[in-house]
């Protein structure tokens, strides 16, 4: 891996997308491996533009690019812009939120580099017991995850995680189409039809926030995130 591209998809996130945009300017990756970050607003409503372009006055610029849609597409969306611009070696997601700690990118980055993994997940329910989430919340990821398992043929405890590292290749070459948070059974089921590929799955921490905080993904997601996991599943196509 000589380069990584880090997608950051943006709606409404003005009250922590500063700060995340200064975490990930500071993170050395391990191995030296060069970065670089691409910023998709999805024509958020909030002061997101705003924070967004203050954030980047003050990181690397040459790191750093940034999208913006004309119109809400959704966070599968954005990331379809993100991936058709990206450049390096391999892709991760970055959430806009602070659920997640960019910190731990680079655990997932050892799976490939010291593990010999092709595709990297960081799962949330591995080591220590879970941490953060609604019970309801919890018991819905492990559900989806574990028919995802089934229909998928694949072993991995947190199917819904916002940290997959892919390489960019395989990324690239499948026809995503999922506009909302379907993204992540549909890349979780199409790269599972390619049986050469190697997965492994890291711990990350997790700091979960409310609806109030700004939580969006909703039960309607949930409903959707079946059918995704069957249609996609049970499909032929990549």
Known sequence: MQKLSIII???????????????IDKLPLVGDIDKEVIVVDDCSTDRSS??????????????????????????????????????GDYIIIQDADLELDPKEINFLIKGVTE???????????????????????NLANG???????WIFGIRITDMETCYKLVPATEFKSLKLVEQRFGFEPEITAKLAKNKS???????????????????KIGWKDGFRAVWCILKYGLGKTR
């Open 143 to 149: 559900f989806l995850t574990r028919l995802s398992n």
């Open 197 to 215: 590929l190697k997965w492994a799955e890291v711990p990350i921490s997790y700091n979960a926030r409310s609806e109030e905080q700004g939580k």
């Open 50 to 87: 705003s924070e967004i372009k203050k954030a980047l006055e003050t990181v690397s610029k040459e790191n750093f690019i940034l999208l913006e849609h004309e119109v809400n597409k959704g966070k599968g969306g954005a990331i379809h812009t993100g991936i058709q611009k990206a450049t």
């Open 115 to 137: 593990q010999g993994a092709d595709i990297v997940y960081g799962s949330r329910f591995l080591g220590k017991e879970v941490k953060g989430g609604s019970f309801l919340s």
């Open 9 to 23: 998809p943006v709606f409404n996130e003005a009250n922590t997308i500063g700060e995340v945009l200064q975490l």
